[in-house]
T-cell receptor, first 112, second 113 residues
Framework: NAGVTQTPKFQVLKTGQSMTLQCAQDMNHEYMSWYRQDPGMGLRLIHYSVGAGITDQGEVPNGYNVSRSTTEDFPLRLLSAAPSQTSVYFC???????????FGSGTRLTVV | GQQLNQSPQSMFIQEGEDVSMNCTSSSIFNTWLWYKQDPGEGPVLLIALYKAGELTSNGRLTAQFGITRKDSFLNISASIPSDVGIYFCAGLNYGGSQGNLIFGKGTKLSVKP
């Protein structure tokens, strides 16, 4: 049982490049979310999903796309990277009823 | 958007002292969660609260779900050096989506050895 796995751990992108941050969980959790963490800002919700095929926007969704084709995976796509997207990204998952989200170890993204 | 106000932002304490921090909101919440984050790691769940007035302990940590549903408190008793880190409150807004968990900005705890 690996919990929540995020890949890659580190990434450097050039402005305008696209990429996908991967997130997978093996706990059969219905809920999955993506957060970004910037100094002094806490964690801000980007997108979340309450089940396969269902996604919704969080507080800061612009510049990011998500899809949830399976229960296990919830990739986050950056369509055209910008320096403002330099951040640490966390994926999290939870089961319904007792929503104590489990977090991955994060992806540190730098856009130059 | 929805905000959680967490205080204090940071604190230095002497080893062995008790610590208190809190989180408030202008809206009603139906779930409060408390997390700790160590450098370079993801947040780890410490305590989950699901009912107004609920008081829950996890070792030296105790958290309470406020009666008004608009606040929560975390207490750490007899602090030790490994308590250093950033503590976050998080909540689910009453009537909102169960996926929309929002976080406070954190309380950074430093312990003087």
């Amino acid at each position: 049982n690996a919990g929540v796995t995020q890949t890659p751990k580190f990434q450097v992108l050039k402005t305008g490049q696209s990429m996908t941050l991967q997130c997978a969980q093996d706990m059969n959790h219905e809920y999955m979310s993506w957060y970004r963490q910037d100094p002094g800002m806490g964690l801000r919700l980007i997108h979340y999903s309450v089940g396969a095929g269902i996604t919704d926007q969080g507080e800061v969704p612009n510049g990011y796309n998500v899809s949830r084709s399976t229960t296990e995976d919830f990739p986050l796509r950056l369509l055209s990277a910008a320096p403002s997207q330099t951040s640490v990204y966390f994926c999290a998952s939870a089961t319904s009823g007792r929503l104590g989200y489990t977090f991955g170890s994060g992806t540190r993204l730098t856009v130059v | 958007g929805q905000q959680l106000n967490q205080s204090p932002q940071s604190m230095f304490i002497q080893e062995g002292e008790d610590v208190s921090m809190n989180c408030t909101s202008s809206s009603i919440f139906n779930t409060w969660l408390w997390y700790k984050q160590d450098p370079g790691e993801g947040p780890v769940l410490l305590i989950a609260l699901y009912k107004a007035g609920e008081l829950t302990s996890n070792g030296r940590l105790t958290a309470q779900f406020g009666i008004t549903r608009k606040d929560s408190f975390l207490n750490i008793s007899a602090s030790i050096p490994s308590d250093v880190g950033i503590y976050f409150c998080a909540g689910l807004n009453y009537g909102g989506s169960q996926g929309n968990l929002i976080f406070g900005k954190g309380t950074k705890l430093s312990v003087k050895p």
